[in-house]
């Protein structure tokens, strides 16, 4: 598995950003693989240099790339690797739920209310058949909507969330991935 991260510290300030692969070594360590510095992001870049890393490394076909959906380095990564398997990291994924549910917009939500969220989200990540996911994202949004009393965090999750659970959930991981649930080794 390939974990792809991207910094914004350091080189944004001449204008760069900075893209980490890194692989996980025998002993669970971070090695990285290759670094991608840009100017401008945007699929196309990431892409272009996903194809040079290709055209110098012929035998690089990732099985598996686990990221933060930065929608920029899935689409590069699904359209020149079409067959690999991408994986949203879980961190990342709770954390985006978490800043939406403090935020304005998804309702400023109490603390209690904002573990029910969470609670809701890791219900749904455990699912193991996509069957499965259907029928406990079904019920944990209807027990969402009636806690919360409003459907806005469901009609959030609903939008960006569920229609990626392949990403992020349990049942879209049962391949070979060294139980990485994370990408934060490409962030160091």
């Not at 100017?39 to 076909?61: D, G, K, R, T």
Request: glycine residues 4%; charged residues 20%; hydrophobic residues 40%.
């Amino acid at each position: 598995m390939f974990f792809m991260d991207a910094s914004y510290k350091g080189l944004t300030s001449y204008g760069y950003a900075l893209y980490s692969l890194v692989l996980v070594n025998q002993t669970g360590r971070g090695v990285p693989f290759a670094y991608l510095i840009m100017s401008q992001e945007s699929s196309a870049i990431v892409e272009l240099c996903l194809n040079m890393l290709c055209s110098s490394n012929p035998n690089f076909y990732p099985r598996s790339f686990m990221i933060d959906r930065d929608l920029k380095e899935l689409n590069a990564i699904r359209e020149v690797f079409p067959k690999t398997k991408v994986l949203l990291c879980w961190f990342h994924v709770l954390q985006a739920v978490h800043r939406w549910v403090t935020s304005r917009d998804g309702g400023n939500l109490s603390p209690d209310k904002r573990h029910v969220v969470i609670h809701a989200m890791t219900s749904m990540k455990a699912c193991i058949t996509e069957e499965h996911f259907v029928t406990v994202s079904t019920s944990v949004c209807n027990d969402l909507d009636a806690q919360l009393g409003s459907n806005r965090v469901t009609t959030y999750l609903k939008v960006h969330w569920l229609p990626h659970a392949a990403l992020w959930a349990n049942f879209g991981r049962l391949f070979e991935h060294n139980s990485s649930d994370t990408n934060n080794k490409a962030e160091r």
